[in-house]
């Protein structure tokens, strides 16, 4: 059984900055051959694609609203996945979540995602 759980998340002002991390656990889970992603929901909108980052690091991917302020990260041996988000606009408050699917791509919609966390609160305030 895999299981992605977040943390990291909090209260901080506009301008300010957060590190979430994701760790992984679960008995077959090879983390290495993972791409693993951070995903974010706002109160009464759809999941959305913030970043991605490939089974190899080799690649990443970034929402238009993340790219040029967050920036995704992982540590294979200690199976966790990093967002350090900077800059932070109120229009980022949200829930985040962590997701992963075992796949060489770069995926960017919830469907495509295997596993996923239950989430950490950011809020960030004016």
């Known amino acids: 059984q895999v299981q992605l759980v977040e943390s990291g998340g909090g209260l901080v002002q506009a301008g300010g900055s957060l590190r979430l991390s994701c760790a992984a656990s679960g008995g077959f889970f090879s983390f290495s051959l993972y791409t693993m992603a951070w995903f974010r929901q706002a109160p009464g909108k759809e999941r959305e694609f913030a970043a991605a980052?490939?089974?190899?690091?080799?690649?990443?991917s970034y929402s238009d609203s993340a790219k040029g302020r967050f920036t995704i990260s992982r540590d294979d041996p200690k199976k966790a996945v990093y967002l350090q988000m900077n800059s932070l606009k109120p229009e980022d408050t949200a829930v985040y979540f962590c997701?992963?699917?075992?796949?060489?791509?770069?995926?960017?919609?919830?469907?495509?995602?295997?596993?996923w966390g239950q989430g950490t609160q950011v809020t960030v305030s004016s």
């Open positions: 997701a992963a699917v075992q796949n060489a791509r770069v995926p960017t919609t919830v469907n495509e995602y295997t596993y």
């Open positions: 980052i490939s089974w190899s690091g080799g690649r990443t």
